[in-house]
């Protein structure tokens, strides 16, 4: 979660044209910026420190001092920036695509950690933890990966529901209190039917949790916080293979967390799901 290269790196994209400058010196001198003062920085880019700040909080630092940190705790790992996503291709061998998927599943995690804040999840957890209810919205691909979080949710006795298809999800939001949260996984962030549920939600002050791309969008702008899921798959992007990892991997993290925050009670919990499936698989 600390490597501000790879932050700076994923979120470059969504930068205005004088940020994408500051960001894109920091990238080309990372040893260099864990001593320089804003000022000198400022000075080398020809920008001003107004936008070195405008930059650290696009890409979710809360300031320069915080980038600085993340930077150093990047530098001594190997860098990541090496690493290209690989796409499939026609003539890859069953040989190649085993390592091309394996690898790009695990480049996708690394960096999907690497643009999440910890404060961030800490504030998702306790938010899960003191819901009445949760509600999980999700299509397609996303859709699979709200089930599966409704899954993990229920064998601990967290009340929660996963609607995957419009209509129940603007039935089921409307019903929604401030007691509530809506749990809203949307890759693009610009999906037309979470959308639309989470503008419901907000007018009735329900809180909104999104998992998106890490990018600018319109669902991160609406929610009350916001986790990432690394962005980098292309044309095989289609079949949400590499993203549905990464996805599934903040899930268990949440999961696990929440499950942390009453170990024995969600102890006894799963035992007795693990039982009840057991005894009617026979």
């Given at each position: 979660?600390?490597?501000?290269?790879?932050?700076i790196?994923?979120?470059?994209?969504?930068?205005?044209p004088?940020?994408?400058?500051?960001?894109?010196?920091?990238?080309?001198?990372p040893?260099?910026i864990?001593?320089?003062?804003?000022?000198v920085?400022s000075?080398?880019?020809?920008?001003?420190?107004?936008?070195?700040?405008?930059?650290?909080?696009?890409?979710?630092?809360?300031?320069y001092?915080e980038?600085?940190?993340?930077?150093?705790?990047?530098?001594?790992?190997?860098?990541?920036?090496?690493?290209?996503?690989?796409d499939?291709?026609?003539?890859?061998?069953?040989?190649?695509?085993?390592?091309?998927?394996a690898?790009?599943?695990?480049?996708s995690?690394?960096?999907?950690?690497?643009?999440?804040?910890?404060?961030?999840?800490?504030?998702?957890?306790?938010?899960?933890?003191t819901?009445?209810?949760?509600?999980?919205?999700?299509?397609?691909?996303?859709?699979?990966?709200?089930l599966d979080?409704?899954q993990?949710?229920?064998?601990?006795?967290?009340?929660?529901?996963?609607?995957?298809?419009?209509?129940s999800?603007?039935?089921?939001?409307?019903?929604l209190?401030?007691?509530?949260?809506?749990?809203?996984?949307?890759?693009?962030?610009?999906?037309?039917?979470?959308?639309?549920a989470?503008?419901?939600?907000?007018?009735?002050?329900?809180?909104?949790?999104?998992?998106?791309?890490?990018?600018?969008?319109?669902?991160?702008?609406l929610?009350?916080?916001?986790?990432?899921?690394?962005?980098?798959?292309?044309?095989?992007r289609?079949?949400a293979?590499?993203?549905?990892?990464?996805?599934?991997?903040?899930?268990?993290i949440l999961f696990?967390?929440?499950?942390?925050?009453y170990?024995?009670e969600?102890?006894?919990?799963?035992?007795?799901?693990?039982?009840?499936?057991?005894?009617?698989s026979?």
């Amino acid at each position: 979660m600390e490597n501000g290269l790879e932050r700076i790196r994923q979120g470059i994209s969504i930068l205005k044209p004088s940020e994408r400058k500051v960001s894109e010196y920091i990238l080309d001198n990372p040893k260099e910026i864990l001593q320089m003062p804003i000022a000198v920085l400022s000075k080398k880019t020809n920008t001003s420190e107004a936008t070195i700040i405008r930059m650290c909080r696009s890409l979710h630092f809360k300031g320069y001092s915080e980038l600085k940190l993340n930077i150093a705790a990047a530098l001594p790992q190997k860098n990541p920036i090496e690493h290209k996503y690989q796409d499939i291709s026609p003539d890859s061998s069953l040989s190649e695509t085993i390592s091309q998927i394996a690898s790009n599943n695990i480049y996708s995690i690394k960096n999907t950690l690497s643009v999440n804040d910890e404060e961030v999840m800490k504030k998702v957890i306790q938010g899960l933890h003191t819901a009445r209810r949760i509600a999980i919205i999700g299509v397609g691909a996303s859709g699979i990966v709200a089930l599966d979080f409704e899954q993990k949710l229920k064998r601990i006795n967290k009340w929660c529901e996963a609607l995957i298809d419009s209509h129940s999800q603007l039935v089921s939001v409307i019903n929604l209190n401030d007691e509530d949260v809506l749990f809203a996984i949307s890759y693009s962030g610009e999906t037309k039917e979470i959308i639309n549920a989470v503008n419901i939600a907000k007018k009735n002050n329900i809180k909104v949790i999104s998992l998106t791309e890490y990018s600018n969008n319109t669902l991160q702008k609406l929610a009350d916080h916001n986790l990432f899921v690394s962005s980098t798959e292309n044309f095989i992007r289609s079949a949400a293979t590499a993203s549905r990892i990464s996805q599934l991997t903040i899930i268990d993290i949440l999961f696990t967390g929440l499950a942390s925050l009453y170990f024995d009670e969600a102890v006894k919990y799963l035992d007795k799901t693990r039982e009840v499936i057991s005894k009617f698989s026979k």
